[in-house]
Every structure is written in structure tokens, then in C-alpha cells.
């Protein structure tokens, strides 16, 4: 799937590149503001419930931000913008690669390689902050990807605030490398799977942007 037909699927909201999905929390934030802002004139009560409205508003925009990128070279590129939380060896051989998304990030997750889209699996659970370790057991969605690597797994996992993951293509999908797939409204983790024999690039506390970092190393 060409990034430009990915990136054509998206709400948008006075010029400013919206993630889809993001419609029910922004809309009515913004109704709200835009009314408190047109009765500010005619009322001081109005006024001062505009600033704190717009002030929302204003967030809510930013937090569902969905900008182009320049998607990198490499075979594993990372799914999620955040900061890697934890690198750990699973006991089939693989390598689970914990990303935690901080509600300033950017809330789109992109392809971490080129493949189909061989299945994509909600799990309803609980939903602890993701830093924390119980949030294994929160609510996520599990994705598998057949690609020139084999089978890689992805996980989407829902934070304490984070209580909806959106997935934007379903099963049996073509994705090119850094297509957006889904949204994780605010806080939350992307784990990803490296198959065995895969080298880690990153390392823990570090930042990573989605489709421009890359997870695996030469």
C-alpha cells in the first residue's frame, strides 16, 4: 500500500493534519471552545469558561497530531514515537521491544516493516499506566505481520488513559514499511517482536520516532 494512499485516509480540522480516529474526543472539544469563544463578547462568564475551553482544545490538537515523515532505510524500523522502556529476551528467541508512549507524543503507529497484515487480534484487559508492569494484562491489540523476516508481532497496549486503540486496515492488508495502521489514544506502550538472530539497535531510555528510527542493526 503507497504511503500517499495511506496518508490520504485521515479527519482534518482547520488545516491541521488530524490522526483518524480522533473525531469523537476533538469535535466536540472544539464545538465547545469555538461557542464559549462566540459568547465571550456578550458575557464575562462566557469568556472565562473560553479559556480553559480553548486551552483544551488547543491540546487535544496537539496530542492527535499526524505528521508526514521521511520514512527511514533499514530492515525494523520503530512502530511508535516514545522512549524504549525495556529490551527483553523471550524464551522462543525472540526479542520484545518496549516502547512507552507519553501523552505528548505522536499517537499514530506506522508498519515496522513491509508484509500483509496476517492477523489483527483485540484483547480485551484492564488499564494500569503503561510503565508499570501489570499493564502486560492491559487492554491491546496484537498484530502479526508476514514479511521478509518471517513473522513479526506487534502490540498496541492501552495505558490508564489510553482506553480505545484504533486500528485503521484490517487482515489480509499489504503495508509498506511506515504506513500508519492504527491509533492509541494518549498514554500508552507498543511493544514489537524481533525474530531470533535479530540484533537490537537501541537501548533502553532511548527516543524513538515512528518510521524514522531503527530498531535493528547490520
Do not use: C
Amino acid at each position: 500500500m503507497p504511503h500517499s494512499q495511506t496518508s490520504a485516509h485521515r479527519d482534518s480540522l482547520t488545516g491541521v493534519r488530524i490522526a483518524r480516529g480522533a473525531s469523537p474526543w476533538l469535535l466536540p472539544t472544539v464545538a465547545t471552545a469555538a461557542l464559549s469563544l462566540v459568547r465571550a463578547r456578550k458575557s464575562r462568564r462566557a469568556a472565562a469558561i473560553g479559556v480553559p475551553t480553548t486551552a483544551l482544545a488547543a491540546g487535544m490538537l496537539w496530542f492527535f497530531r499526524d505528521p508526514e515523515r521521511e520514512i527511514a532505510q533499514g530492515r525494523v524500523i520503530s512502530p511508535a514515537d516514545g522512549v524504549v522502556q525495556s529490551i527483553m529476551p523471550w524464551k522462543d528467541g525472540r526479542t520484545r521491544v518496549a516502547i512507552f508512549m507519553s501523552p505528548l507524543n505522536v499517537h499514530v503507529n506506522r508498519a515496522p516493516l513491509a508484509g500483509t497484515v496476517t492477523s489483527v487480534e483485540h484483547v480485551p484487559g484492564g488499564f494500569v499506566p503503561a510503565f508499570n508492569k501489570e499493564s502486560e494484562n492491559n487492554e491491546r491489540v496484537v498484530w502479526h505481520f508476514d514479511t521478509e523476516l518471517g513473522d513479526i508481532e506487534m502490540v498496541q497496549i492501552a495505558g490508564a488513559v489510553a482506553r480505545r486503540i484504533v486500528p485503521y486496515i484490517p487482515q489480509g492488508t499489504k503495508v509498506e514499511q511506515g504506513d500508519r495502521i492504527g491509533l492509541i489514544r494518549f498514554g500508552s506502550r507498543v511493544d514489537i517482536y524481533l525474530p531470533e538472530g535479530v540484533e537490537v539497535a537501541v537501548e533502553v531510555g532511548q527516543a524513538t520516532t515512528a518510521g524514522v528510527t531503527r530498531i535493528d542493526r547490520d
